[in-house]
DNA sequence: CGTCTATGTTGACACATGTCGAATCGACGA
DNA sequence: TCGTCGATTCGACATGTGTCAACATAGACG
């Protein structure tokens, strides 16, 4: 596959931005097929119980930042570990920087109010 | 299937119940593999496109309730409508009921206001 | 430069999932 | 009772997903 990437105009695999301020609460209005299909993958993306379990280590964390060495026993492989961060990154949960030896990995604070206030009625209730 | 329901002595294929009160914000302590299954149950019932529109439907509905005859437009066939609503419903985030010729769906708002305050952060920010 | 440790990627596999058409069930009306 | 309409279930298929072993990459340290 590095080929094609190298052929093609680095086209991103994934959008990777633009998943913050999505909607109004989902009680306040219907989604549209739009808005459902970027908010669904963000629900996806924690649909996983290893990959909840991840987020929650990395947002449990202190500065809401971890060293994959930090969480990587989880029950599984590491090459899954590193599978399933790649899959929060996509989905713009989380975002990763590599000081020196170790890679560290942080929640998106925004996105997490986003999906927060989705869920939240503003009806009162 | 009716023969089945008859003969065994009614199992249910998933526990419906106690998915309401189940975990502290995501910020403040990591989860367990316990409460991380659990709860990706119901984020991977939101994790659909088709699946999320539709409970954001029934969400925003009069009443919190909705006919599937109001719901079934979201550009699938009506039995994977009922397929979704049924996962749905299977993870808790609905309830169903028959009155005479049409079937009602409704949110159930206390596991709406524990997934929001799951990812609503404790800490401030 | 060579080697070691820490992450990420690739390829492959088993399994789950979304989707539809056809058949079935339940309620209403002629 | 029979036919019709709404909703669910069944059977089948294509696709996506989670997982691992093996390999590749990046930096650190002699």
Redesign the pocket.
């Known amino acids: 596959?590095?080929n094609a990437?190298a052929l093609l105009p680095i086209l991103e695999p994934e959008a990777p931005a633009a998943v913050a301020p999505c909607c109004p609460p989902l009680t306040e209005r219907p989604l549209t097929a739009e808005e459902a299909a970027g908010t669904a993958k963000m629900f996806?993306?924690l649909?996983?119980?290893?990959?909840l379990r991840l987020f929650s280590l990395v947002a449990s964390h202190e500065g809401g930042e971890a060293?994959?060495?930090?969480i990587?026993d989880v029950?599984?492989?590491?090459?899954?570990?590193?599978?399933?961060?790649?899959?929060l990154?996509e989905a713009g949960l989380l975002t990763?920087e590599?000081?020196?030896?170790?890679?560290?990995?942080r929640v998106e604070p925004s996105v997490l109010a986003a999906m927060g206030r989705l869920l939240t009625s503003a009806t009162g209730a």
Chains 1, 2 share one sequence.
């Open positions: 596959m590095s990437e996806k993306a649909g996983d119980p290893v990959r060293c994959v060495c930090d990587s029950g599984v492989s590491q090459p899954t570990v590193s599978h399933h961060l790649k899959k990154k990763s590599r000081r020196g030896t170790w890679v560290y990995y």
